[in-house]
């Protein structure tokens, strides 16, 4: 039963209710009142026949005139002028076909036509009148919510684009740097550099998996970051000490791809590579109230270019706006006068 209702246009489908709705109330109101004969079952049955034609003669009019894609006002204005047009109509021809018929009441024989007319014009304007603020209802609802839903999609398309422009930025210019750090092993020792080589094809193997997707698990993440830090390790060798804090129950939850490891790589950038002193990298996490917080701890000094940051500090605030909107909070500071903290709060829902 449900199957074949679904197969019904749903303006079809209205109309019939709406009609029998209408029939049903004059049925009870004429049983209550003792006013249910043949000469009234006649009477509702033409009227409804001609107001259905009448009602969807009016909807094509109201198409043809394009008076839904026109301003509030005049859609106003025009449904109001479209009513009383066929509310004329339908009462006229309801008259001549009631006097034709002989179905006519007591009380409206000692009527003059005209009267009659009017009479019957003013409860065909009410009902056509309430038939189109129901059309106009519907289709002003279905509109808004088709343009909210093309709003949803243009907005989730829009960021979808956004996140791409970021991650195509951002593996060039990790792999800048890497390449600088082999380039200055080549010479110096042949043999590191060729497994500072191996090691950049695992991170870029990893790196090519996950920059398909909008956010992967911490775990993933810290396995490429690990990687990295290979590679550096070979460079630095004892200038650089790297410690891990993981708390284990953070492991599986989301962060945006190559996040983590842009904020490490800005570390070894801005801090243990500008200082002659051996430093230390820490990356630790823990989860608390909804919200895990992820840490890149390092040996240095917070350095802003005109009060701008980087590239690799924009594009993680970026990231983390369009995937977590302002749930989600980035901040780097100077905790004391040798160390940095560049800290990520995230949420876990």
């Known amino acids: 039963m449900l199957n074949k209702l679904n197969k019904i246009p749903k303006y079809w489908l209205f109309q019939g209710l709406g009609w029998t709705l209408f029939t049903g109330v004059n049925i009870f109101f004429a049983l209550t009142y003792n006013l249910f004969d043949q000469q009234f079952v006649l009477r509702i049955s033409v009227y409804v026949v001609v107001g259905l034609f009448m009602s969807h003669f009016m909807r094509q009019l109201i198409k043809r005139m394009r008076l839904l894609q026109r301003n509030l006002n005049l859609q106003l204005v025009g449904f109001v002028l479209v009513s009383i047009v066929f509310a004329v109509l339908l009462g006229t021809i309801e008259t001549h076909l009631s006097i034709l018929l002989n179905l006519e009441y007591k009380e409206e024989a000692r009527f003059e036509l005209l009267q009659k007319i009017i009479n019957n014009m003013f409860s065909s304007f009410i009902y056509l009148f309430i038939w189109n603020c129901i059309y106009f209802i519907y289709h002003y609802v279905s509109e808004s919510r088709k343009n909210q839903l093309d709003n949803l999609q243009l907005e989730a398309l829009v960021k979808s684009l956004e996140?791409?422009?970021?991650?195509?930025?951002?593996?060039?210019?990790?792999?800048?740097?890497?390449?600088?750090?082999?380039?200055?092993?080549?010479d110096e020792n042949p043999t590191r550099a060729r497994q500072a080589v191996t090691g950049l094809s695992n991170i870029l193997r990893s790196s090519m998996q996950s920059d398909q997707l909008e956010i992967i698990t911490l775990k993933k993440e810290l396995d490429i970051v690990k990687d990295y830090l290979a590679l550096e390790l070979i460079r630095f060798e004892d200038r650089l000490k790297v410690v891990y804090k993981i708390d284990e129950d953070t492991l599986d939850h989301p962060i945006p791809p190559m996040m983590l490891q842009t904020l490490v790589e800005n570390a070894i950038k801005h801090g243990i590579g500008k200082?002659?002193?051996?430093g230390q990298i820490t990356i630790a996490t823990n989860e608390d109230e909804g919200f895990y917080t992820l840490r890149v701890i390092n040996s240095g000094k917070l350095e802003m270019q005109d009060g701008h940051e980087g590239f690799g500090l924009q594009s993680t605030s970026n990231r983390l706006s369009l995937i977590f909107g302002n749930k989600a909070l980035f901040s780097i500071t100077q905790t004391d006068a040798k160390q940095v903290e560049a800290k990520v709060i995230i949420p876990l829902n």
């Open 163 to 186: 996140l791409k422009t970021i991650k195509s930025q951002i593996n060039p210019h990790f792999i800048f740097n890497a390449l600088n750090s082999i380039r200055a092993l080549i």
């Open 275 to 278: 200082q002659v002193e051996a």
